[in-house]
């Protein structure tokens, strides 16, 4: 039964037709219910955080949601062109915070970064999108390409092989030590918004994630491209029949999940500082739930599961755990993160937001 | 267009791709060097004094490519050499870049030690063109080979068979070493420990080539007389003797690498159970192997918060037990998710049980953290399974319980009623079949075998530890049952084998095992992506049915087709 | 008359805003051939889901025999005794034909999956007997010899035919055929049309037919319903039908209007 | 509907297809019944396990002697994580043992030395094929590493049954040298301090240095940060402070900022988180961006005693405070400097962890030892008593350059004498144990 069936036929449970399955996915529900609504009374009772400590939740959510949003933008227009789960996309993001650290680094010791903020975030960023562009088309040539008529579990494998190639070449190039990005002055102030404290990168981040994301919102909404690509989208081969390049889409939809990849890479690694070879892979992860959680092929659900997801990690330990008294409940932010994913999955595989995919991709 | 243009941009055409063809496979060989696979390979000896492993690489990259660009039936040993060419341009362009500029900031391991085995102490000005004529030499050799079967069945059996000792070598010397006298002897006049000595090198080549030419001439009659299927499983039952006989004789170290292998093989069969028959895309089997694993950890353990003292034979089928209700357990939600979202959701549940095991949360019942420890051995009377050989065969008993099981249910009606599942959900549940009981088999008795690896899994090693329960089993076990071919049962063998155990004797390269792992998942998907060993297609009519048809004849006289 | 074997009442069926079928009603009498045609779009897929349970209907009941079936599992309405075929054929693609068959007869195998491990004597000749009835039936739709070939690899009119097999592995006592000559020429239309008359002739069950070739619906059904838009416009006799000015109606200015007239 | 069985059928007929290998194949159950048989006579006809007494040449040992003949190297297992997210910690290691190597020539009592290195990727199973491989070589005299405790705990059993012992690197969990370890241990030595001295110290440090009243741990799940924090939240009560609360992160964390508002809502003291270099530079960075931690110190884990954290954390390392062994002139070995020199030159790039001293000494250690115990005979054999040379590792003692090296009885050489380290230079080329961190504690 697909999801939009069992959605249906929730409301028409009548007594004597409840299957016992009917009765797990209840309690399902009720206990994460429970825990939400009980651990939020217990969170408030306790009393332990200050409004600013509650803002400042938020506001980290926000940002690392910001993240997960731009990966989940590749994600899902993958996903919708080539009903591909592209594993390898977090280790693509990874590549893009590499390769902007090789230009960030001297940037910043010669005091450019400093002096030139904007010219030299645009040159980080243009090295960034231009190495993860690169190896996204690489990877889709080489790896996917052959794939594109066949069902089953094989590309998926041949992305996880993908992931894994990735990983162990930038291990084997540059080394398995963590790399610091550079952390010009001017990205550590901080400025005040109705009292709260907010750290200028965050507030870069997060809106230039909006600028970027409407952007391409915009590409695949107007241009001709981004029509070809819903049509491939909504059905392959009458895209095909219609003189639609069913190739150019593909690159063009690696093109793009490849730029939005390298931007999310360098944003990534200036809020967190970090970049390594395995930096990719959880991220890719938590943001292929994102891209399900706001349904899977829809881009403005993207934004608003990569968003949901991270406010979600950020406050549910704090709210939710902790007012239950579980020890060290940072512990299980993941926890909450599948949670979510696999409720979701559960309850409205077409996602939060998500309507229009029902059928085929449930 | 004439006739002879259309040659002559057919020729044109054959010489671009020898040269794609070459270039290819140099970019290969920049990669191996610019991850530092290059230079560990160089590290190694095959022939002492003679041939580096690293050499060999280049060699068969060039050779390679060769091989692959002399395709065409004329000008083969040019495009040959061609491409032997191209396929060493990018280390030579290489070698002398290194020399014009320190790239080593960035690409850690282009070092001073790479750049000497590319020129072998040459300047780089003359070292280039010799890499360069390396490569032509190494190309035209391989079209040789390709063009003259001749001469390549002279050559090869004793190369490979050199190139396998040399590669093998630590493994080789591990299982002879225990034997002295002749045997000893023998190793000594072939190996020493860096490799193979020159003459053994030479001895190996010959006596192998002889080999070959005596037992070739004999066999190649007989063999190919074989139908292919046949013969296929004359190998297999070869491969299969060699397996059970091997850790008996070779030790405990091939003993221990098999018994790996084994735990995959039981996983795998049950995974299988679940993805290549009912097509359930599971991605969290770990948790099953986690749960198997533990039960028995807390049941046997002499820990603080073991639960019991049992026996480990009492506390084997208890923990499949318990790994088969988690398995319905997980199923149950999921029942509804489908395909790509099936994957994730489950990858979701694993991770779920896997972060409970680890946390704070989780510690005062699981150990957390720290673990269970001193989990005792099996003993069957007085005699203790501790030895990795005693412990594979209880492995191999297990997994040859499991393919037994796993075979019988293929070929019944619940294996039928998965496959139909399979194909077509709506249509099955139409006909008749219990979505949900068919399912929820499904989950239990794949999660039965994972249970039943996690609990030789948590005795084999005395102690279970979360980190032993990543996402990463369960894709290795997908993995290898696709490489081995959906749906199996020989496949999940041979893809243990080559994605469990050849890594495992190939430990000295464990830095780059999973760089390998990733090459050989592309590539499995792009040259073979129905597996190396894919289930027959299955003969049920005829077979089964050939002697009632014959006996009905004549009875029965409809026209076959309306 | 015979008695009332399927009984649709009042069904509807809403996806969404859309209106698939609005208070559709028709009664199916033991033993006939009843056929239900109408326009592309009509609506009368939906009413088989609605029949089979593939789709629960949003209103309205369906009864089969003396049993309400709307709200069962689709296989408890296959244990029932309710088959059917699909219009763009569903079989399982990647087993052999003998296998589809065996899997039509899943309902009627009464060993469980530790007898087959076991391989016990029960389960030894529950096999035996199924795989010799899948022969038969194998011999009765014509694919005899051909029953180890993948069912993807067969030709067309074979596949309709092992669906149709399949479905009566099932043993119902409905059965349900969409579109059983769609996309086939009158000749092998001819031939269906005998195929599915020694089904009649052989199982003795009731046929509930979707049809678009009137000559087929005209020449075989003892009655017919005429669905459009989602609403049921007419029903009776083929020959009552073929007169009625609604479906008249319904039928000009569409493609099938040339089908529609009476000859 | 049952339909009676014909009774021609044959009786071989069944539903199910049986597989050709039991139907046509008489080859293979040949081969089966064979298989059987070698591998009854191979398994009855095995050579007797290693570690029985023997007599070779000029030694004779209670579990056995090692023979290297003449110019044969003479071969030393490692086992440490060389692959996956923990390839540094590992790799540092093995690169200190090699670098030890090289200090005495690449060559001892006139055999090459010669370091086989196996991936035990950092977790149990892998430790057990590890130590099963270099076990299974009769040719292993010792075995450096692990680095990790988790390998350790199933390893050094299987060495110490083939006779070999084990000298871990970096694994520091309190049980491996406990008094109560259980003979199967009974081979394994340590050349790095334990958990729990170092968790009672950096405790002492916290009550007696910082004066701390309060505290929250932090760890990774890992089984060392785990311990570590456990010993040190138990030893700050015991000395009359309060642990707010004990949390926990996962090691690829990025985003420690809520956890760390969190612990800033409970406005402790002292923040006590021995983790890894990624995830620790993340909460050294974001601690200091989190409103309410202002006062609160900072102290991490000796794992941390690296230039590759100070690429890691940045600028927010200056100021920041680890617990390490004492390495200031007295205490530690004055050849360190040189040996950091000689890292960076045949490396390219400082220590990217933080045990390759443990490691060096514990290379350094097996090198004493099989010095004082080896024999060569008159034809340039050398030959080595497995015993003896585990009873010279219990008895060596030296400097080494993580401090001095000495055995007690249960397998610790590593003599802890507590200290704290601050950084004072955020530049990685600084990274200089003494200076940068420098000594803070005791004064």
Request: with cysteine; aromatic share 8%.
């Amino acid at each position: 039964m697909s999801g939009a069936q069992l959605a249906r036929s929730q409301p028409r449970i009548s007594v004597g037709r409840v299957s016992p399955v009917d009765i797990v996915l209840w309690s399902l529900r009720i206990l994460v219910l429970f825990v939400v609504f009980a651990g939020t009374i217990g969170a408030i009772v306790k009393d332990r955080y200050t409004a600013a400590q509650w803002f400042d939740f938020v506001m980290f959510g926000l940002t690392i949601g910001a993240i997960y949003a731009q990966i989940a933008l590749g994600y899902t227009m993958v996903y919708g062109v080539l009903r591909l789960i592209n594993f390898a996309h977090g280790d693509i993001v990874m590549c893009g915070a590499f390769a902007g650290y090789f230009v960030a680094s001297p940037l910043d010791r010669s005091g450019f970064l400093t002096d030139h903020p904007v010219i030299g975030m645009a040159a980080i960023l243009a090295v960034a999108v231009a190495t993860s562009t690169g190896i996204a088309l690489l990877t889709e040539r080489i790896a996917y390409r052959p794939f594109r008529r066949v069902a089953g579990s094989g590309p998926l494998i041949a992305a996880i092989g993908v992931s894994f190639f990735l990983e162990q070449t930038f291990r084997g190039m540059f080394g398995s030590s963590v790399k610091s990005y550079p952390a010009p002055a001017w990205q550590r102030s901080t400025f005040e918004v109705w009292g709260f404290n907010v750290p200028r990168i965050d507030v870069l981040v997060i809106g230039l994630a909006i600028v970027f994301m409407a952007g391409l919102y915009l590409i695949v909404q107007r241009t001709k491209m981004g029509t070809a690509m819903r049509a491939v989208a909504e059905d392959a081969e009458a895209a095909a029949l219609m003189g639609i390049d069913v190739n150019k889409v593909v690159v063009f939809t690696f093109v793009l999940g490849g730029a939005m990849a390298g931007i999310a890479g360098v944003f990534y690694a200036f809020v967190y500082k970090q970049v390594y070879f395995f930096m990719g892979f959880t991220p890719g992860i938590k943001a292929f739930g994102a891209a399900v959680l706001g349904g899977i092929g829809s881009i403005p659900g993207a934004m608003i599961g990569g968003v949901f997801l991270g406010l979600v990690e950020s406050v549910g330990p704090s709210l939710f755990l902790d007012g239950l008294g579980i020890p060290a409940p940072y512990q299980l932010r993941d926890l909450i993160a599948f949670t979510l994913l696999i409720m979701v999955l559960i309850f409205r595989p077409n996602g939060i937001f998500g309507e229009r995919m029902a059928k085929q991709r449930a | 267009m004439t006739a002879v243009e259309h040659g002559r941009a057919g020729a044109a055409l054959a010489w671009r791709r020898a040269a794609l063809v070459g270039l290819g496979f140099g970019a290969g060989a920049l990669h191996l060097a610019a991850v530092g696979v290059l230079l560990m390979l160089h590290q190694r000896w095959i022939v002492i004094d003679t041939l580096s492993l690293g050499q060999a690489t280049v060699l068969l990259l060039a050779g390679g490519a060769g091989a692959m660009a002399a395709r065409d039936a004329d000008a083969r040993l040019a495009r040959g050499a061609l491409a032997g060419l191209c396929a060493t341009l990018p280390l030579a362009l290489l070698s002398l870049a290194m020399d014009a500029v320190t790239l080593q900031p960035i690409f850690i391991v282009l070092t001073p030690d790479l750049q000497a085995m590319l020129t072998l102490g040459m300047p780089p000005l003359l070292a280039a063109p010799a890499l360069l004529l390396v490569g032509v030499a190494a190309g035209l050799l391989g079209a040789a080979l390709r063009a003259i079967p001749a001469l390549s069945r002279a050559l090869l059996p004793g190369a490979i068979a050199v190139l396998i000792a040399g590669v093998f070598q630590e493994l080789i010397q591990l299982m002879l070493q225990q034997y002295e006298g002749p045997v000893g002897e023998a190793r000594d006049f072939v190996y020493t420990w860096e490799g193979l000595t020159q003459q053994g090198a030479v001895t190996v080549f010959v006596v192998v080539t002889l080999i070959a030419q005596l037992a070739g001439r004999a066999a190649r009659g007989r063999v190919a007389a074989m139908e292919p299927a046949r013969r296929r499983q004359i190998w297999a039952g070869i491969a299969l003797a060699a397996i059970v006989i091997l850790p008996a004789a070779a030790g405990s170290y091939i003993g221990q690498v098999l018994m790996l292998v084994g735990l995959y093989i039981l996983m795998g069969i049950g995974l299988n159970l679940e993805v290549g028959l009912a097509g359930l895309l599971d991605l969290g089997f770990v948790a099953f192997f986690a749960v198997g694993a533990y039960s028995t950890a807390l049941l046997t353990a002499d820990a603080p918060n073991a639960l019991m003292h049992l026996s480990y034979w009492a506390a084997m089928p208890i923990s499949v037990l318990l790994a088969v209700c988690v398995g319905v357990l997980f199923g149950l939600p999921v029942l509804g998710v489908r395909g790509d979202y099936l994957a994730v959701a489950t990858m979701g549940l694993g991770e779920i049980v896997r972060v409970i095991v680890l946390s704070d949360f989780g510690a005062p019942l699981l150990g957390g953290a720290q673990g269970v420890l001193h989990i005792p051995k099996p003993q069957i009377g007085s005699y203790t399974l501790s030895s990795p050989v005693a412990l594979f065969y209880l492995t191999l008993v297990a997994a040859a319980i499991a393919a037994f099981i796993a075979w019988r249910l293929e070929n019944s009606r619940l294996g039928r009623a998965w496959m139909a599942l399979r194909d077509d959900e709506d249509v099955a549940q139409a006909l008749g079949i219990n979505l949900v009981r068919s399912k929820l088999l499904a989950y239990g008795l794949g999660a039965a075998f994972a249970g039943l690896a996690g609990s030789i899994f948590a005795t084999m090693l005395s102690s279970v530890y979360p980190s032993s329960f990543q996402l990463l089993i369960s894709i290795n076990v997908l993995a290898l049952i696709i490489v081995g071919g959906m749906g199996s049962l020989p496949g999940v063998v041979l893809g243990s084998v080559v994605l469990i155990g050849l890594p495992e004797l190939l430990r000295e390269f464990g830095e780059y095992r999973y760089l390998f792992y990733g090459a050989v998942l592309v590539v499995m998907m792009r040259l073979r992506p129905e597996g190396l060993w894919p289930s027959d297609v299955r003969q049920r009519e005829l077979h089964a049915g050939d002697e009632t048809a014959a006996l009905d004849a004549g009875a029965d006289l409809l026209p076959a087709r309306e | 008359m015979a008695k009332t074997l399927l009984s649709v009442c009042n069904v509807g069926m809403r996806f969404g805003g859309l209106v698939a079928l609005s208070d559709v009603s028709f009664d199916v009498q033991e033993g006939s051939i009843h056929s239900v045609i109408g326009p592309n779009g009509a609506g009368k897929t939906t009413v088989f889901n609605c029949i089979t349970q593939n789709l629960r209907p949003s209103s309205g009941e369906v009864w089969f025999g003396d049993e309400r079936i709307d709200g069962l599992k689709p296989d408890r309405v296959a244990a029932l005794g309710i088959s059917r075929t699909y219009q763009n054929i569903r079989l399982f693609r990647n087993i052999s034909a003998i296998e589809n068959l065996l899997v039509g007869m899943h309902l009627h195998l009464r060993s469980s999956w530790w007898g087959a491990v076991l391989n016990t004597p029960f389960t030894r000749a529950d096999e035996r007997a199924a795989h010799e009835q899948a022969l038969e039936l194998l011999q009765f739709v014509g694919l005899r010899g051909r029953g180890d070939m993948l069912a993807r690899n067969l030709a067309y009119g074979e596949q309709r035919r092992l669906e149709i097999g399949r479905a009566l592995a099932t043993r119902p006592r409905l059965l349900l055929l969409d579109e059983p000559t769609a996309g086939m020429n009158p000749r092998e239309t001819s031939e269906m049309m005998a195929f599915v008359e020694r089904v009649r002739a052989r199982y003795a069950i009731t046929l509930l037919l979707i049809e678009h070739q009137m000559r087929v619906v005209m020449s075989m059904s003892d009655r017919v319903t005429v669905l459009d838009h989602g609403t049921k416009i007419a029903e009776g006799k083929p020959a009552e039908v073929q007169r009625d000015p609604a479906v008249i109606a319904a039928y000009l200015g569409t493609a099938a209007a040339a089908h529609a007239v009476p000859a | 509907m049952k339909t009676p069985t014909r009774s021609r059928m044959p009786e071989r007929m069944t539903g199910f297809r049986m597989p050709e290998s039991m139907t046509r194949s008489r080859t293979l159950r040949r081969i089966l019944l064979a298989t059987t048989l070698a591998t009854t006579a191979l398994a009855v006809a095995r050579p007797a396990p290693a570690n029985a007494a023997q007599t070779l040449g000029p030694v004779t040992d209670e579990i056995g002697v090692i023979r290297i003949p003449k110019n044969a190297p003479i071969q030393i297992g490692g086992m440490w994580v060389l692959s996956g997210a923990d390839t540094a910690l590992g790799l540092d290691e093995k690169r200190g043992v090699e670098l030890a190597f090289k200090t005495v020539g690449g060559k001892l009592l006139g055999h090459p030395l010669k370091l086989n290195a196996e991936d035990d990727q950092c977790n149990a199973e892998g430790g057990q094929t590890a130590a099963t491989k270099l076990a299974a070589n009769p040719q292993t005299v010792v075995v450096l590493g692990p680095a990790c405790s988790s390998v350790a705990t199933p390893g050094a059993p299987i060495l110490w049954q083939a006779g070999i012992v084990d000298i871990g690197t970096a694994c520091t969990a309190p049980a491996l040298t406990a008094p109560n370890r259980g003979p199967q241990y009974a081979g394994f030595v340590r050349t790095v301090f334990s958990d729990s001295e170092q968790g009672k110290a950096d405790a002492t440090y916290a009550r007696e240095g910082l004066k701390a009243a309060t505290v929250v741990t932090v760890h990774d799940g890992s089984p060392y940060a785990q311990q570590l924090q456990q010993v040190m939240a138990d030893n700050f009560t015991k000395l009359g402070g309060k642990v707010l609360s004990q949390e926990a992160v996962s090691p690829n964390d990025v985003d420690m900022h809520p956890l760390l508002t969190k612990i800033a809502s409970e406005k402790p003291d002292l923040i006590y988180f021995p983790l890894f270099t990624a995830a620790a530079a993340q909460v050294l960075r974001q601690a200091k961006e989190t409103p309410g931690l202002e006062k609160t110190v900072l102290l991490g884990g000796g794992s941390l005693a690296s230039a590759a954290f100070i690429e890691a954390a940045g600028p927010s390392v200056v100021g920041f405070r680890i617990g390490y062994p004492d390495i200031s002139a007295d205490a530690m070995g004055k050849d360190y400097p040189n040996f950091v020199a000689e890292y960076k030159k045949t490396y390219n790039e400082g220590p990217i962890s933080g045990y390759h001293a443990n490691a060096y000494d514990g290379a350094m250690l097996a090198m004493k030892a099989i010095e004082k115990v080896a024999k060569t005979d008159s034809a340039g054999n050398l030959y080595i008593g497995k015993k003896a040379l585990r009873d010279a590792i219990f008895d060596t003692k030296f400097e080494g350059i993580s401090g001095p090296i000495a055995c007690d009885a249960n397998g610790q050489c590593a003599q802890f004498k507590p200290s704290v380290l601050e950084f004072t230079s955020a530049d990685p080329k600084t990274y200089d144990l003494g200076k940068n961190p420098k000594k803070i504690w005791p004064k």
